[in-house]
């Protein structure tokens, strides 16, 4: 099951090709549904972002393809900014009830991880989030926890939605029929992988350096 689950996501470009050809234009539907559940619930930050949003630009790219780049990144940004409106409201609604050491879906260290990044970058967390995986989905839910005002949460919302939308989408659209990209793409779909969630790996060291200290 887990080896299968990897596979998916290693290959997105083929497995993203069999599903389109399979389903055609609800492919849209998956690919929208699997944005916003990783921006929108907590309890998924495990999806695919980065990589799925690249795999996505660069099957449009392909001639005659049945998905269209433009399209792709107007739902997909929707998809990203409604997932954070609906994530800042759940926070603002529950709040940090939910957070304890035993729970299996809600790790209160991810809860604290985002809040040193909002003692950190303030409101602009919100959009430098969207680039950093796990921060990504818990940094809405802690605005929405910490009662952040709604119309300035909504505007950097808005920014950091399009801006990883359409780095990723554009990237796997400009950069993904290179024959390079096309004979390494599981290779490049770890690369994304392992850039995006440096920064979050950096933290976490510095936090365990300073403990010690």
């Not at 290693?10 to 559940?37: E, V």
Request: glycine share 8%; aromatic share 16%; hydrophobic share 55%.
């Amino acid at each position: 099951m887990i080896n299968n689950f990897i596979d998916f996501f290693l290959h997105l470009d083929k497995n993203l090709a069999i599903i389109t050809q399979s389903y055609g234009i609800f492919t849209y539907l998956l690919i929208f549904l699997i944005i916003f559940c990783e921006t929108g619930l907590v309890i998924t930050p495990f999806l695919p972002g980065d990589s799925l949003l690249f795999a996505a630009g660069a099957l449009a790219s392909i001639p005659n393809a049945m998905l269209n780049v433009i399209i792709l990144f107007i739902i997909l940004s929707f998809a990203a900014i409604l997932g954070d409106s609906i994530n800042y409201w759940i926070g603002s609604l529950v709040g940090e009830r939910v957070f304890h050491e035993k729970s299996r879906f809600f790790k209160k260290e991810h809860l604290i991880r985002t809040q040193k990044f909002y003692e950190k970058y303030g409101g602009k967390t919100i959009i430098i989030a969207r680039f950093i995986p796990i921060i990504r989905t818990f940094a809405p839910f802690v605005a929405g926890v910490g009662k952040m005002n709604y119309k300035k949460f909504l505007s950097y919302n808005v920014i950091g939605g399009i801006l990883w939308v359409g780095l990723f989408t554009f990237a796997g659209y400009f950069f993904g029929s290179l024959p390079f990209v096309k004979n390494n793409f599981s290779l490049i779909i770890v690369a994304i992988i392992i850039i995006s969630i440096l920064p979050a790996i950096f933290e976490y060291i510095k936090h365990k350096i300073k403990k010690k200290l």
